[in-house]
């Protein structure tokens, strides 16, 4: 079964320093990946996507995330966090361009002043 | 680019009413729409998969009977909630996959709506 997971509930990262958020795809064949973001009480905004090429992909915000087919995961990065960045992320994933897609459990990211 | 819009973003409603909420995209159209429910703390539910102009595809738990989706056209689905109950009450979001090739696989999110059955 196409599984998308996110292992930590919540990251805490001072301002300032380099954030990372986990993600671990089981996605059959050539994944489509996401990051979403979503605030409080407001729908999920677009950060980026992998479909294929360079597996280093930049996307809204300063983010940034690396597709690893080896270790099946998109990890979501950030060289310096910003008390905006607070919010919570999602993973998701897709086998095709027409399939649906699906969500990881989301990570509450805080940042600290 | 790429607004997709909901309304009403929140409604209450007493237990057995019926709740209809839209979904529109706005500067684009989308062959496909989605509708998701997400509990407090936990991430999005996929409840049905719409398409413009033909029936909604359900997913397994979901009763297509209470949970009507409408797909009237290529930039509007509707989701009406029949004879709500408290146990409805949830934030309910949508999405639109866009009809351009090449951001077919791109969904893009409303801001979602809060329904409260009391």
């Known amino acids: 079964a196409q599984s998308v997971a996110q292992p930590e509930d919540q990251v805490n990262v001072a301002e300032g320093n380099p954030l990372t958020v986990k993600c671990t795809y089981s996605?059959?064949?050539?994944?489509?990946l996401f990051w979403y973001v979503q605030y409080p009480n407001r729908g999920l905004q677009f950060l980026l996507k992998?479909?294929?090429?360079?597996?280093l992909v930049k996307g809204s915000y300063g983010f940034e995330a690396e597709f690893n087919k080896s270790q099946t995961s998109f990890h979501l990065k950030k060289p310096s966090a910003l008390v905006s960045d607070s919010a919570l992320y999602f993973c998701?994933?897709?086998?095709?361009?027409?399939?649906?897609?699906?969500f990881g459990s989301g990570t509450r990211l805080s940042i600290r002043p | 680019g790429a607004v997709v819009s909901q309304h009403p973003s929140w409604v209450i409603c007493k237990s057995g009413t019926s709740v209809k909420i839209e979904c529109r995209s706005l500067?684009?159209?989308?062959?496909?729409m989605f509708w998701y429910r997400q509990f407090p703390k936990q991430s999005l539910m996929l409840m049905a998969t719409?398409?413009?102009?033909?029936?909604?595809?359900?997913e397994q738990g979901v009763e297509k009977d209470k949970f009507l989706i409408n797909h009237a056209s290529l930039t509007l689905s509707t989701l009406t909630v029949t004879s709500a109950h408290p146990e409805d009450s949830s934030f309910y979001i949508c999405?639109?996959?866009?009809?351009?090739?090449?951001?077919?696989?791109?969904?893009?999110f409303g801001p979602g709506t809060r329904l409260l059955v009391l």
């Open positions: 992998y479909i294929t090429g360079d597996n």
């Open positions: 998701a994933g897709a086998y095709s361009s027409a399939s649906k897609i699906i």
């Open positions: 999405s639109a996959r866009p009809r351009l090739a090449g951001g077919g696989e791109t969904q893009y």
């Open positions: 500067d684009f159209q989308a062959t496909t």
């Open positions: 996605v059959s064949g050539n994944p489509y």
């Open positions: 719409s398409n413009e102009g033909s029936k909604a595809t359900y």
